[in-house]
């Protein structure tokens, strides 16, 4: 299965004028053209000239067809050309590098001879995993992931024993080449993995000073998902008339994925997240928090609710996060709360849905979190939790995806309900067709049921539904759980839009003298209070539209302001805890 759909790129190949290094006695294009021949032995990668160990090493793999950007790349490396690429992870960029590469390798001269550095530590073991597993059919190649974090001394040894391969992030990679433990001298390639993504994280100093280093004779080759003006800067200093090759795929794999926006106040965010998580099990989730504190709170909340959930955020040791992605790949954990660093790059294909339960930073990053699902061709789902406020922005992400991202409704007591017997019954029949209870086992709890039905003078439904119930606990099956909150913030909002749509034209607030309601607020003067900073409290908590929010009269302790009428008890309960400038609201009638 490829990774990717290929129909649904387009590569653009604007090195195909540039001269091919002619000394070689094979140009792209008769490598080109002989996977088009009637010869079939050649399709797929055979059409590459790789040796037979990788080409077994792949078909075990699984890989049938080279995606677009190990079409276009892969010829080029193996002419030991540079290269600059503009590709995101997910495209098969990792194998576009790493298999010329590897068979480039002379595995007789025991020095580093590639170097590949990535942004996190996280995808340096990823790109490194990917290399031993290419290599199987190359055995006396060995590869080194060198990152802060990981033990210093053991990575010492290894360079001494000799590697050909390493992968590292740039600082650790700047410490072994300053200390000497790091012989670049006698590097033949060298590969930026991710580069815009170091310069986003502040690499671009040392990236600059580790290229420096090399040999003057060495292959370059810069892969980034966009092209900002400082790594074409680079690769203009750097690159030696490179083969340019551009994977626009961005927009089209993120229209793979299913996406879709709950609007919600932000008191009722973990309550919704419960809910969505509710109707999403099997396959794995990963919830987007903004900080590492909101990670942490989240966890708790889902692990007090019976989730098998762990956190991956920068204070988890790196030992730690290499088992949690471990185990979530393995099934052991079905939802991961992140944040979005820690969080770069992960490849994980049973991720079936992801959760922006915090706005993303920008559109970048919302590309990114949602390819964390629909990976290597599966179906993904990504929803975001969006409060009022951050409404506007949702046009943004929708023209950075390339598509309409779907109002989604918060799901109801009846829904989850539904959704918890359709389960029990599909957990039933699955458990009673299946063989794998031993048949001792099997005989003699029919003899239990046989002695109940006795004793007891049950009849089978009787002991099926008793069984049910075991299974189930103490707590109920159906829940029961107050849901006006739903439809109350609903309807006070869909009444907000009308009111705002009517007076859209008016110059001063959007409300009518009969259609408002007076407030008094415990903030004055006294407080330096503005009245921005009252708006945009109120705002925020309750889903108003800030034009919806009339007068605002500040007195030195308190302050009057007037609202739309109607506003759900929910939002008045919870608008009485908002704080500003450091004390509560204790919103109150006022008449
Ligand atoms: P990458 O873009 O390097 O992160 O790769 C994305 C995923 O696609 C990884 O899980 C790879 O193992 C997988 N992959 C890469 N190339 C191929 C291919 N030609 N066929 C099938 N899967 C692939």
Request: charged letters at 30%.
């Amino acid at each position: 299965m490829s990774a990717v759909n290929d129909e649904l790129m387009e590569v653009q190949d604007k090195g195909k004028n540039i001269k091919v290094d002619q000394s070689n006695q094979l140009d792209k294009s008769s490598l080109l053209n002989q996977t088009n021949d009637e010869d079939k032995e050649l399709d797929g990668f055979a059409g590459f000239g790789f040796s037979e160990g990788l080409i077994n090493t792949l078909s075990k793999k699984g890989y049938k067809e080279p995606t677009p950007i190990q079409k276009a790349a892969i010829p080029e490396l193996m002419l030991g050309r540079d290269l600059l690429g503009q590709a995101q992870t997910g495209t098969g960029k990792t194998a576009a590098f790493a298999l010329p590469l590897l068979e480039r390798i002379d595995a007789k001269e025991r020095h580093p001879q590639v170097l590949v550095l990535t942004p996190t530590r996280e995808l340096a073991m990823q790109v490194a995993e990917s290399f031993k597993a290419y290599s199987e059919g190359h055995p006396n190649i060995n590869i080194l992931a060198v990152y802060g974090g990981s033990d210093f001394r053991s990575q010492l040894y290894s360079l001494k024993k000799g590697v050909e391969i390493i992968v590292g992030t740039p600082g650790r990679v700047m410490d072994h080449i300053r200390q000497g433990t790091l012989v670049q001298e006698a590097l033949q390639c060298l590969v930026l993995d991710e580069a815009d993504e170091m310069l986003r994280m502040g690499f671009i100093d040392d990236i600059e000073w580790i290229l420096e280093q090399l040999p003057d004779e060495r292959q370059m080759v810069f892969f980034s998902a966009t092209m900002p003006n400082e790594i074409r800067r680079l690769s203009k200093r750097f690159l030696k008339d490179p083969a340019e090759i551009t994977i626009k795929s961005k927009k089209k794999e993120a229209q793979l994925i299913k996406q879709r926006y709950i609007t919600i106040q932000n008191s009722y965010k973990l309550e919704v997240l419960k809910r969505v998580l509710e109707l999403s099990f099997g396959e794995g989730v990963i919830i987007f928090a903004r900080t590492k504190a909101i990670t942490i709170k989240l966890a708790e909340s889902l692990e007090a609710a019976k989730h098998n959930v762990a956190v991956l955020n920068g204070d988890v040791p790196q030992n730690l996060r290499e088992r949690t992605v471990e185990r979530l790949r393995q099934g052991g954990i079905d939802v991961l709360v992140a944040t979005d660093v820690a969080a770069r790059g992960l490849d994980v294909e049973r991720i079936g849905l992801v959760i922006n339960y915090d706005m993303p930073f920008d559109s970048e990053a919302y590309i990114h979190r949602i390819g964390r699902t629909g990976r290597a061709g599966r179906n993904g789902e990504a929803i975001l939790f969006i409060s009022p406020r951050e409404r506007s922005y949702l046009s943004n992400l929708e023209r950075a995806v390339g598509q309409a991202i779907e109002k989604m409704e918060i799901p109801t007591n009846e829904i989850i309900n539904k959704h918890r017997i359709e389960k029990i019954k599909k957990d039933l029949l699955a458990t009673a067709s299946s063989e794998t209870k031993n048949t001792t086992e099997s005989t003699m709890l029919q003899e239990v049921i046989k002695q109940v039905e006795d004793e007891l003078e049950l009849t089978p439904q009787e002991i099926a539904l008793a069984a049910i119930n075991l299974s189930i606990g103490e707590n109920s099956l159906l829940i029961d759980n107050d849901e006006g909150w739903i439809n109350q913030a609903e309807r006070f909002r869909k009444g907000n839009d009308r009111r705002d749509s009517r007076g859209r034209n008016r110059r001063e607030h959007g409300i009518t003298d009969k259609d408002k309601e007076r407030f008094r607020v415990e903030v004055g003067h006294r407080d330096r209070v503005k009245p921005g900073n009252i708006v945009g409290a109120i705002a925020n908590e309750s889903g108003l539209n800030g034009r919806m929010i009339g007068r605002i009269q500040i007195f030195d302790n308190y302050s009057l302001i007037d609202l739309p009428k109607g506003m759900p008890p929910n939002i008045f309960k919870n608008l009485k805890r908002v704080k500003v400038m450091n004390k509560e609201l204790n919103i109150n009638h006022y008449s």
